[in-house]
Each structure stands twice: as C-alpha cells, then as structure tokens.
C-alpha cells in the first residue's frame, strides 16, 4: 500500500468513528482549525464490549464465558425460536488471522460449529492455501443464530449480536481479520459499499487491519472468482508477514 492510499484509509477510518460518534458537522474556519478535534467514544451497546484488562490465559475463559452469555441470549426473538443451537465460534483464542463471516447456515445450526458445509469445506481449503492450519486460525460470524431460510441477516440483528463479536475480536486481538461478504463488512465499519468495490483494500477496525473478500458461499456460485480472493488472500499473508506458500498444480 502506498502512501496515498495509507492516507485515504486513515481518512475514511477518522470519518466513520465520527459518524459513529454523532458528529455531523466540523467547523472548518482557521481560527476552529487550530483546536485539537476529540472524537467521543462511541456509546456501547451492550456491556459485552465495554472495555476489560485482558491476560492471555484469561483469554479462553473469558471467550467461554462469552460463550455462555450468548447461548442464553433472547435479543431476537425469531431467532432464539428457530436455532438449534447458538454458533459462537472456533479456532484458536490467541490466533493471529481471524475469519468473520455473515451468518450460520443450516449445516453450523446442527452442529454449532461455523463454516462446516461445503461453504466451510472451501474456507477451509483456503486456508490450508494460506500456509495455516484451521485450528490456529479463529472463525466467527457476525450473526451466532441461523436466520430462517439462510436469509440476510436484519439489520436489527446484526445490532443485537454485533457485541457479541466485538468482544470476540477485543478477548482474541487478532494481527489481522478477513471480512467474508459485505455483511461482515459492513457489520464492523458501518459503511453501505458493495463488497466488489471493497476487496482487495486494507481497511481498519479498532487499529486491526481488515481485508474484504468474497463470501465462500459466493465462490461456490461463482467459482471464477476464487481468482480473485486468492489474490486477496497473498494480501494477507504478506500482511503477518509469512511467505506465500506455492499452490500445487
């Protein structure tokens, strides 16, 4: 990334934080201009992602005990009704590369475990391109319950759930995250963009760099674009500072 696009990044990053925290306006006379702009924190919504200390061997148990809360939550009543299970997360609590998705289908309803259908079977491909392990790595989704029919999350929903990933993301304090789809995307930024306008670039949530792909479920529709989210991908390895692996032929 040059220097032009670090700026531009760092641009949309102080925007979206002052849109989340209200202001609307700047007074942008010389005289204001010499005042230091102070951007108030944005008001939590919900005690999930107020801020705590956190020890790395805290980190599983509170991820645990994260995950208790969330089994427990009624927030959207539709959803609570309809789930066979809540799908909190995987992988490894301490992991440096975290995978966000939209929301569990069928397949992570009935085993509680997100990205297990052949959705999860080509993320899982991906990341074995990527020189990880699923393990080391941890997945989660933006929404814990399966929406009836695999619909697209409310946007209600996602703001009844979100906390629950924030907080996921504060416990795990991952080096780097991938957004699957524009929903997770826009989950975390805020920002309406299509997610063909968003890959490709480094974005930033809470000082985490975040690199928007396409969804597995859309490679599997589209499978010309594994291309595409490959090239992503080098992106991010490059970011953690690995090699890229070479990809058999």
């Known amino acids: 990334m040059n220097e032009i696009d670090a700026l531009i990044d760092e641009t949309i990053r102080a925007l979206e934080q002052m849109k989340r925290a209200g202001i609307t306006h700047v007074d942008v006379r010389p005289e204001t201009l010499a005042i230091p702009l102070t951007i108030p924190p944005t008001p939590a919504s919900s005690a999930l992602v107020a801020s705590q200390p956190i020890r790395p061997a805290d980190t599983e148990t509170q991820l645990q005990q994260l995950a208790a809360e969330a089994r427990r939550c009624t927030r959207c009543a539709e959803l609570a009704q309809c789930r066979t299970q809540v799908v909190f997360g995987t992988g490894n609590p301490r992991a440096e590369l975290m995978f966000i998705g939209e929301a569990p289908g069928a397949d992570e309803d009935a085993q509680g475990e997100p990205f297990v259908g052949r959705a999860g079977q080509l993320l899982t491909k991906i990341i074995q391109a990527m020189g990880f392990a699923r393990h080391e790595v941890y997945i989660a989704n933006v929404l814990k319950c399966r929406p009836p029919e695999n619909r697209t999350p409310l946007p209600m929903e996602v703001q009844n759930c979100l906390p629950y990933l924030q907080r996921q993301i504060e416990l795990i304090q991952p080096r780097a995250m991938v957004a699957l789809g524009a ?67």
Not at 200 to 209: A, E, H, K, L, S
Not at 225 to 247: C, H, T
Request: hydrophobic share 35%.
């Open 183 to 249: 929903t997770a995307m826009r989950a975390l930024l805020d920002i309406q963009i299509g997610i063909t306008k968003m890959r490709g670039r480094w974005y930033y949530y809470r000082g985490i760099p975040i690199m928007p792909t396409y969804h597995p479920a859309y490679l599997l529709r589209n499978p010309a674009a594994k291309r595409e989210v490959w090239q992503d991908m080098q992106e991010v390895v490059r970011q953690l500072g690995r090699e890229i692996p070479r990809r058999s032929t």
